[in-house]
């Protein structure tokens, strides 16, 4: 089983490239973001260390859980915070991932796990990975996308863009390139291509 680490700027088309490879047989996609949210419902150890962190802020709601909103608006806000809540959340997950991983390598029904990060050189997710994956758009198309997908405004989007990696700093450390800036057909021949080398170098 082959263990791929897929990354990119945010507005680069992730989703339509996972959503392909989670159909095919004998692979399987987990997101970090979806793992982060499970992580921190009430009941888990990350919740209450989130509880004991961030028990002072306007971030719970009435039930008692996380308002996702809230904590985004909190985070990005505070530096010193942000610290903070991916302190607790990040070394969580990648707990969470490497059982995953050891779990499918003992049961070897998969050919290839890929994670999906947003962070995933910044966590040294390379040094877990067989390999990292890039997809790469242009950030003319991701600003575009940005703003019609999700309602964006421009200073939004600048914010996040700068908070990011730069592609040299992306493609430096990332083994596949997707170029997504053309259609659906040309990424996936891309994808094939890369499915391919994996597949003959066993």
Known sequence: MYF?????GVGAGKSAILSYLEQKPGFRVMLADDIAHMLMRPGTDCFSKIRQA????????????????????????????????????????????????????EKGELSFLFLEAALLIEEHYDAICDELW??????????ARLRESRGYSEEKIQSIFESQLSEEEYRATCKVVIDNNGTKEASYEQIEKALRRKADEQ
């Open 54 to 105: 961030f028990g002072d802020e306007d971030i719970f709601e009435a039930d008692g859980s996380l308002c996702s909103g809230m904590v985004a608006e909190v985070i990005f806000s505070d530096e010193a915070k942000r610290r903070v809540m991916n302190g607790i959340v990040h070394p969580a997950v990648k707990q969470y991932v490497l059982e995953q991983v050891r779990l499918e390598r």
């Open 4 to 8: 791929i680490g897929i990354t990119g």
């Open 134 to 143: 890039y997809i790469n758009t242009s950030e003319d198309n991701r600003r």
